[in-house]
């Protein structure tokens, strides 16, 4: 936020995305701290190993140290810091933070969902925990990136229409949302253009967690992580009550 709040530099990537001083700072922070686990990290601003190293890991942490670094560029507020631990390929926990809201959803699948402040996230008292959603919101209501366009995925669009009616969107950058779903603010997250497994990997196993799941389109599969190629394949994120139908 101390980046935010100044002058930003983008600094572009040779695959030209940005990165920026706040990326850096968070990436050395985090690992710093998950190091002490001696357990493997996959980041976005980490080099990565070959897959013939990551092939023999049974677990391994996912971390995007700022998701959203566009978003982030453009003051919008609408970025968070991502972080999952995965085994043996699925996400058991997933922490999410947005720094502007001062606001941590985390959890996984044995464990709950839980949203708290930051001045409070060293106090479960004041913690409070999410349950998954049962009932679908009138409209049927999908949360997408700010520059979505149905492309590819418009046939799915059009099923999702003649079957529900006229849909709701929210939209908004980065994982914040995640937030949306787990809130029951949002049943669907269809997502057809490119995304790396440390954009979603936090926000699956949250999903999990609260019965929900992230599948790929091609095989209604849920989606593994720490595979061959870190980009994700097209997906559909379901809340608990979408996935139940």
Request: glycine letters at 6%; hydrophobic letters at 35%.
């Given at each position: ?45 980490l080099t ?102 149905h492309g ?40 057809f253009a ?52």
């Open positions: 936020m101390e980046v935010y709040k100044d002058h930003i530099e983008a600094i572009i990537k040779d695959d030209g995305s940005p990165v920026t001083k706040a990326d850096f700072n968070a990436s050395e922070i985090i690992n710093r701290h998950l190091s002490k686990s001696n357990i493997p990290i996959i980041g976005e601003e990565e190993e070959t897959f013939d190293i990551r092939s023999q890991w049974t677990e391994n942490w996912c971390v995007d140290p700022l998701d959203g670094t566009r978003m982030f560029l453009k003051r919008n507020d609408e970025f968070s810091v991502n972080i999952a631990h995965i085994k043996n390929k699925k996400p058991v926990f997933g922490l999410i933070a947005s720094p502007v809201n001062e606001e941590i959803l985390f959890g996984g699948p044995g464990i709950g969902v839980f949203i708290t402040s930051f001045k409070d996230y060293n106090n479960p008292s004041n913690w409070r925990e999410i349950e998954g959603v049962h009932f679908l919101n009138n409209p049927l209501t999908l949360t997408c990136s700010r520059s979505y366009q590819s995925g418009f046939n799915y669009i059009q099923i999702l229409e003649k079957q529900f009616g006229e849909l709701e969107y929210l939209r908004m950058g980065s994982a914040l949302k995640f937030f949306e779903l787990a809130k029951g603010n949002a049943d669907l997250y269809p997502r490119p995304t790396m497994e440390w954009d979603i990997a936090s926000g699956h196993a949250i999903l999990k967690a609260l019965g929900g799941d992230i599948v790929s389109v091609s095989n209604n599969k849920s989606l593994e992580y720490n595979k061959k190629s870190l980009f994700n394949e097209p997906f559909i994120a379901k809340s608990r009550a979408f996935l139940k139908i």
